[in-house]
């Protein structure tokens, strides 16, 4: 939901990381949108569909649209072979266009004794060659540029996914947020019949409980 919010104008902190704005007129404008869309029958939760994610409410029929990562399309590969589809970049809202970007990383311990080597094995698994291997196997964006390229070049069909590379923004990810945004996540799910501008009033005051806390260790 936090792209209908990203859509309207809204962001969850601020440009400098020192103040959250989750509760502003354009996050609430953002969350009262997907309130209507509820209200009107033409979003659901997957799990109003029996389905464990929207992934799976596609495949087996259920939705007829779903907004999901480059990752449905190794799922569908696998588990709905025969379910044809094409993918779409979402509208943009009175913000522009906003979509997600998600990240994993290769971690190396400061001070091992295998550094040199681990580093090497880093650069090995982000070549473009072996960010490709992963892209087909799992349908995740390759993480260089020139990966992404190639990728859209190969799976024109996809091309909407990496054109959103462009405008994505990243998920809050400091420290103690996460908490924060799990219990955001769980008053979401009575959007239909809550305040989206008390929802975002509590998660303001949590998320910016959390973000002083985090600052203050960082000095």
Request: aromatic letters at 8%.
């Amino acid at each position: 939901m936090g792209l209908f919010m990203n859509q309207a104008g809204g962001q969850l902190v601020s440009d400098d990381g020192k103040t959250v704005t989750a509760d502003t007129p354009e996050n609430v404008a953002g969350l009262q949108e997907v309130k209507d869309l509820l209200g009107a029958g033409v979003l659901q939760f997957p799990s109003a569909l029996d389905s464990g994610w929207a992934g799976e409410a596609f495949g087996e029929g259920r939705a007829a649209m779903v907004i999901e990562g480059p990752w449905i399309d190794g799922a569908l590969s696998a588990d709905y072979p025969d379910v044809a589809y094409r993918v779409a970049e979402l509208p943009a809202g009175p913000g522009g266009r906003s979509t997600f970007s998600f990240s994993n990383c290769w971690g190396i311990p400061a001070g091992s004794d295998t550094t040199e080597s681990a580093e090497s094995l880093v650069a090995a698994l982000t070549t473009d060659d072996q960010q490709m291997a992963f892209a087909d196997a799992f349908g995740v964006i390759p993480s260089t540029e020139s990966g992404a390229e190639a990728y859209a070049a190969k799976h024109p069909e996809n091309q909407a996914f990496v054109a959103g590379v462009d405008y994505a923004v990243n998920p809050v990810a400091f420290a103690g947020a996460a908490t924060v945004i799990t219990d955001f996540n769980s008053e979401l799910e009575g959007i239909a019949t809550g305040d989206p501008e008390e929802i975002l009033q509590a998660f303001q005051t949590n998320l910016q409980a959390a973000l002083d806390t985090a600052n203050a260790k960082q000095g």
